[in-house]
């Protein structure tokens, strides 16, 4: 699809919607949640537990007290501080899996599109505070990678990429295997923040091993229709998860199946993201920008607690 | 009656193979809409999708109703009406004084005899509709009210103006039966007649013609005794009904003062001659009714109406009737039994703008670049239904020719009856040769209702318009100029009358005028606007020269001027051409004009095309509906291309069964073909084949397969086989059905080899010449308003008969007008001779000479003219200024 070329910013930026989508991010970045999210000396949101534990410096005041390390302090007889490499160089990894299944929505916004947005707002988040920000975004078309990096510039345009990327053809999904599985190359100790549907299937056994090695968050997106059997009925539906056309019917037996699906799929979800705080379930209503802030935040300090008792 | 199905359009039968056509493209092409619900295969575990087949089915059997109601079918109803043709009767009735006599009990009191009868003989003419009635009234002189006739709304109108006191009064019972005869014997052509064999068969062949004789009295006056008639009647074999009204003995009258007002009722002595018309019936094989009252009266009318009952001719006439809708109602029902199948295209979460619409269709799916959008309507079908809905409503516009058509065109002949009319200038006299034109534009307009009024000094509508000329004939041919006491050429009474002469529903009207022109004065240029506006066209034909020809006088001289000069009657051809000009028509010159006729005719017509009412009489609404159902077809097609969902199949596209289709498309090709040469064939319209007719053909083939097995036939055996082929065609003949000729020659050359075999073993002679005849084309079957053309007829038989003196009345009047007899004799010839009837062997039975000698005495006296100048008389005023009026 054509469109005329953009101004600005966000001249690279070829599709309109896309265009809109991102500034509409862009104002709510700033305007509305900037502060709370960036204010004073808090410490990023994304900079959760340590990683590896790097030295100890003289305590000053205004660190947070509670990276003291006791131990240390009363040793020496004044206060010192922890200190974790990962404070000084975090790399916000988001991976997009731009699924079929996705490419619907019972309500205004497809599935699609609010994942987008999740997307790209963590990405602009992570921006604004000067992380480094990496994107893999997998589809059937093929896989696009935006290296990790500082430059605004860059990341906006990746993100209006991202907003601007195809549509994959529901049908035309061979050999895409949409599992969290990252790829080599992720660089270690990034946070992989994780945006796709549940896989089909529970992990592999390696799985455990290869999560280890990073810090990661998964997101989804879940319809209404998902949760319960949708009041319209009777007509022929194309599944694109199997290639098949069905005859959509509310009867017993469909509610029944329905069911028996969803308890499966949370199965399948919880067993590739074992602890809850490191996933997140966004419903179609309700804002889910909120969801996601939220989610930080109470991430945020959730690990630092984590941190604390350790 | 009989029906046969064609198909008015069979090539459109081709549009069958949409089917195959769109199942083809179904197979590769067709889809269903699909939404793009992830995950819902897993909540379905059984996909119990409505299943398309039957409910296709439906759709595609619609498809084939519509196509067969677009090679429009039809009914062809060939309706062989029986008409009941024989019964060609004369109702006598008496008119004389007793007929007053107020013996009959009306609803209403006591009411006379004529008041009696006339309802009752009203509606024994209404019960026969098929039947040809003349009327003859009688008193003391007995006339001819009207010829045989089908016009029965007018004789019916006759006989509602029937009033005592028309004629001079009297019973003139013999009189009335010979002129009943005489009705008789002019009526029928013989070729309506079953051939001379079959009538052998069916003796005497009683119920073709009959008389009612409805009377009250004795015979009391007249020219011809009752036996005498009666035994006229009997030697021709006409049935005689008689019916004697009223009751013997004393009966109330009424009584009249001198004003003529009804001061009362005296009982009078009534004698009806009972014996004398039992006689009269007993000896013609008629039947005699004593009607007293009113429920004899009907009972007697009733007994004569199912006693005459004769099945003679076969009326074929086609109707078409379309039978589209048989085939679209249907078609529109099975369409909306499978409406439900629609609903798995449009229906379904289109409201919801985030699901994506995509179309499986040959085994894959596609998803349109925007989603979401409401459900689409099946705007196609919509307007394949309305289209299919608007063509039941039959649409017609525009109009196409028809072969039978109705013009509807009225033609009123005016006759000018001036004395002047009677000058020789043209040979023999005007009068003669204006009245031969008219008879002959008659016979050249057979389609056109003609009427005819006479003038002179004062006008008169003597014959309504007519598609049964049949009383305009009988007035042309003895309607003189001293019929009309008031003489004079007074063109401004004609025109009074003329516009009234016409029909409401007349369709063209057109006044012939033939006169010689001499108009008194010019008040007709007043009424000119009338007959324009009556959009009444007027064709003139002036008869005479310019030089004139001096007048016959009625005593015998000639007509002089008060200075004793002879007066010289010139040809004014001004006031004709005045009128034809105001009008539109045209003039001609009988003199100068050749092939007047025709001319005559040719302006008719040309004057008919300009009148606008015309000029759709030929022509009527064309039926639209095809172009409607077609459209509606391809609509159609076209969403069971797109709309109607197709079964939804991810997973083949093989070929096999395609090239199935096609070979399915193939025959069904072939098989529209073979329906098509099915119904080009003209259907088979033949009459029903009555079970003698079958035994003649069995008898036939028995004879033949005998033949044919016998190693030396014999003379005997070829005697056979000629006798039964003569045999068939007289049986086939009798049905009026077609002879096979091969039959008829297979027996000629059967005669030919027997006789050389054998010639004395039987009548070879006779079989010969009655296959001979056989094989002569057959007669031509008249229409039931047939009159036998006059000039077609011959005359043969009348020329062998003796001709009679002229009654001495009548030879006053002709003997200064040599035309006059011929017109005579052509009154008698008028709707030709009916030669069973009137038989010239029958002069020579010694006991009828006298009978038919006194009967040709009366016979010239008893025209309908003859009845109008006896009724006129007293409407006329008797005090006229003397004028010279010619």
New interface residues.
Partial sequence: MKAPPASGSAARLLDPRARDALRRLEWRLHHRRAESLTSGGQRSIFRGRGMEFDQVVKYVYGDDIRDVDWNVTARLGEPYRKVFVEEREVTVFVVVSDEPALQFGSGALSKREVLLELAGFTMLLAALKGERVALLHRSPAGDRLLAPTRNRTRITGAVADLFSAPVPQPAGRAGFAATPVLPAGVPRGALVVWLGEIPGDPPAADWGASRQRHDMIAIRVEDEWERALPPQGRFMAYDPDVHAVVWVERTPAALAAHAAWRERRERIWASWWPESAGRLVVGMAGDPLDALVRFLRSRGRATRAGDARS | MMEAYRLGAPWALLGLLLVPALLLWRYRRGG???????????????????STRWRMLAVYLAIALLVVAAARPQRVDTRQEVVTRGSELVLAVDLSTSMLAEDYAGPAGPINRLEAIRPVIQAFIQGRPNDRIAIVVFAGRAYTLAPLTTDHGWLEQRIAALQVGMLDDGTALGDALGIALTQLEGSRAGGARPPPAASETTPGNAGAAFVVLLTDGANTSGTLTPPQATAIARHRAVPVYTIAAGRNGPVPFPVFDDAGQRTGTRQMPSSVDLEALQIMSAQTSGRHFAADDDEALEAAFADIDAAQKLEVQFRTELVVVELFAWAVVPALLLLLAALPLL??GV???GA?????R?R?AGG????AEA?GGGPQLPWRLALAALFALVALSRPQWGSIEQAAYEPGGEVVIALDLSRSMLAADLAPSRMDHARRVATALVEQLPDHRIGLVGFAGSATLLAPPSRDPALLRAYLASIAPSHLRRQGTDLAALLEIAPTAFTEEAAARTLVVLSDGESESAAWRDRLAELRSGSIRVIGVGFGTAAGAPVPAEDGGWLRDSFWSFVQSRLDLDSLRGLAEGTGGAVFEAAVTADLVDQLRQAVLAAEDSQSITVAAGSRPADRFPWFIALALLLLAWSVAREW?AR???DRVPAAPAARLLLAGLSMVLLAGTLDAQVLAPPRLAPPVSEQEKEAFAAIIEVVAGLVEEPAPTAADYLRLAEVSAEYGLVHRGHAHPISEGVLHDGLAAVQVGRQLDAAIGDWDGVEARLRRLLEPPPPVPEDAGEADPANEPLDARRDAPVPQESPAEGEQDTEQPGETIEQERLRNVGGTRSDLYDPAEWRDPTLVMPLHLLEQIRGTASPAELFRATQAPAEPAAEPRRQLW
């Fill in positions: 269903t809409p699909v939404w793009l619900v992830p995950y819902a295969a897993a909540w379905m575990p059984v996909s119990h999708a409505p609903r798995l229906a379904g979460p919801l703008p985030k699901i994506r995509g499986v894959s799916v596609r998803f989603s969902p939804a199949r991810l």
